[in-house]
Nanobody
């Protein structure tokens, strides 16, 4: 039974930082991709960043490149999203997703395992 549990969301002022965590259980992470998506009110869910547990290759949405960093701790089955220089347009519910893939593309329909989300609000 796969579970993904996000934490670390909150409210910050523009220019601030947050680190999100996603703890995975009941899930073998070998050859697996984990990703962060976000959904703002009235908007479609969009991919933010992904990481491949094999080799650590990462992908980022253009809007967050240079500000967000995705990383992993395989021993803890946890993926992190360090978010710096947050802006009001980053306000959204952030979701962790996982799927056994070779290429960790940022397309929502590719992922079948999802967490409940954690809210990030930037003012």
């Amino acid at each position: 039974n796969v579970q993904l549990v996000e934490s670390g969301g909150g409210s910050v002022q523009a220019g601030g930082s947050l680190r999100l965590s996603c703890a995975a259980s009941g899930y073998t992470r070998s050859r697996n991709c984990m990703a962060w998506f976000r959904q703002a009110p009235g908007k479609a869910r969009e991919g933010v960043a992904s990481i491949n547990s094999v080799g650590g290759r990462t992908e980022y949405a253009t809007s967050v490149k240079g500000r967000f960093t995705i990383s992993q701790d395989n021993a803890k089955n946890t993926v992190y999203l360090q978010m710096n220089d947050l802006q009001p347009e980053d306000t959204a519910m952030y979701y962790c997703a996982a799927e056994p893939l070779v290429y960790c593309i940022l397309i929502e329909s590719t992922y079948n395992y999802w967490g409940q989300g954690t809210q990030v609000t930037v003012s």
